[in-house]
T-cell receptor, first 111, second 114 residues
Framework: TQLLEQSPQFLSIQEGENLTVYCNSS?????LQWYRQEPGEGPVLLVT?????EVKKLKRLTFQFGDARKDSSLHITAAQPGDTGLYLC???????????FGKGTTLSVSS | DAGVIQSPRHEVTEMGQEVTLRCKPI?????LFWYRQTMMRGLELLIY????????DSGMPEDRFSAKMPNASFSTLKIQPSEPRDSAVYFC????????????FGSGTRLTVV
């Protein structure tokens, strides 16, 4: 059983469309992080959310942490081909413990 | 900083052979993590160290896997003997301090056991 469930698993869209990917759990996390991974490379940190209900924006990307700190979402506005990649959410059950990763959402944006 | 450096980038070995993967974390980072990534299981934590001391090795699959961190700038993950089911991409990551700090990952080692 995966502790962090991500959906959808795959997403293929056209340039300019909006999308949302989800990261859900039945467990509470002290923080959640989002990473983006390109083929042949390691994941790269996008954002960390710590407070329940927190919303962070990174250009066209909006991240939200659920009020109960059990879920998170990533919304991309006007997707571009450069957004293509594997988006991973990761959570720490307690501060200082190792991150647990979801399996990720593979996003493909075509022009 | 050059980031987290892993070697080799690719390794092809025969079943039963010993494999050693290497990692140099970012200077000043006191946590080091080894993860394994497969299509089926995603990123799985194998072991992590804090100040060169192993903290949690519950993710190590079996006794064939071992990891060491002899100093703050070097860690190894060894598989002996290797099996085809060990084929995966192995990532090393490091982070600074406790709390909710992000991890910096290396580029990974793609291991194929034939």
């Amino acid at each position: 059983t995966q502790l962090l469930e991500q959906s959808p698993q795959f997403l293929s869209i056209q340039e300019g469309e909006n999308l949302t990917v989800y990261c859900n759990s039945s467990s509470v996390f002290s923080s959640l992080q989002w990473y983006r991974q390109e083929p042949g490379e390691g994941p790269v940190l996008l954002v960390t959310v710590v407070t329940g209900g927190e919303v962070k924006k990174l250009k066209r990307l909006t991240f939200q942490f659920g009020d109960a700190r059990k879920d998170s979402s990533l919304h991309i506005t006007a997707a571009q081909p450069g957004d293509t990649g594997l988006y991973l959410c990761a959570g720490a059950r307690q501060a200082g413990t190792a991150l647990i990763f979801g399996k990720g959402t593979t996003l493909s944006v075509s022009s | 900083d050059a980031g987290v450096i892993q070697s080799p980038r690719h390794e092809v070995t025969e079943m039963g052979q010993e494999v050693t993967l290497r990692c140099k974390p970012i200077s000043g980072h006191d946590y080091l993590f080894w993860y394994r990534q497969t299509m089926m299981r995603g990123l799985e934590l194998l072991i992590y160290f804090n100040n060169n001391v192993p903290i949690d090795d519950s993710g190590m699959p079996e006794d064939r896997f071992s990891a060491k961190m002899p100093n703050a700038s070097f860690s190894t993950l060894k598989i002996q003997p290797s099996e085809p089911r060990d084929s995966a991409v192995y990532f090393c990551a490091s982070s600074v301090g406790k709390g909710n700090y992000g991890y910096t990952f290396g580029s990974g080692t793609r291991l194929t056991v034939v």
